[in-house]
């Protein structure tokens, strides 16, 4: 997103992470959170509504995907956590949600150049047609200090390699987004979280 249209963007965070122990009573109240903070965010009138939840509490986890527009998979490279994607994006293929998996706290690229583990983890969600973000978030110190800020890391370093990785996947999703909104996808389809965010070009 640019400077300008960054101004005038208007967002919300939610995050739907139950208490200790994750009991049922504590999904079902993380479920119910969600559609009440969206029926706010339209009075409100904002742009967009960003809702985080834990992997582990399924209840919530198919609540969010639910309302969402476009349902963004984080997954670390490695065996356990490409695994797990699985369910969610059954769940998305059942429900006709596009969606797209995000690889995070990957190592960092030598000069452009991504890591044999990254690559591996492509070749495994190709095989499946399960579509990927064509860019990573790296693992990097950055990330962490921009937890005590309370922001971004495109917000606290724009300039920053951590900044500049967030800003592209913002990139992609915002005109995944736009394509969404604008009918320009096809519902179902292995690769329905828009070319944007796979590094194709948007028709």
């Known amino acids: 997103m640019d400077r300008a249209a960054a101004e005038r963007a208007r967002d919300q965070f939610i995050d739907i992470h139950p208490r200790v122990g994750g009991h049922t009573v504590e999904e079902w109240r993380g479920a119910l959170e969600v559609d009440r903070a969206l029926a706010f965010a ?9 809702v985080d939840t834990a992997p582990t509490t399924w209840v919530v986890v198919q609540e969010a995907i639910r309302v969402a527009t476009m349902v963004l998979i984080p997954a670390r490279p490695g ?20 969606y797209a998996v995000v690889i995070n ?5 030598r000069e452009v150049k991504e890591s044999a583990l990254v690559t591996q983890s492509r070749n495994y969600f190709d095989e499946r047609q399960i579509p990927v973000w064509a860019g990573q978030i790296s693992q990097r110190a950055g990330y962490q200090s921009t937890l005590a800020a309370g922001a971004s890391a495109a917000e606290v370093g724009p300039g920053t390699s951590a900044g500049a990785e967030v ?5 992609a999703v915002e005109r995944s987004i736009k394509a969404i909104n604008n009918a320009q996808f096809e519902p179902g389809a292995a690769a ?6 796979t590094g194709q070009q948007v028709a």
Do not use: H
């Open 167 to 171: 800003a592209q996947l913002w990139s």
């Open 105 to 109: 706290a990957a190592p960092v690229k």
């Open 42 to 50: 339209m009075i409100e009138g904002t742009d967009y509504v960003f």
């Open 192 to 197: 329905n979280g828009d070319a944007a965010m």
């Open 79 to 98: 065996f356990f956590d490409l695994a797990a994607v699985t369910e969610t994006v059954k769940a998305c293929r059942e429900r006709d949600k596009p």
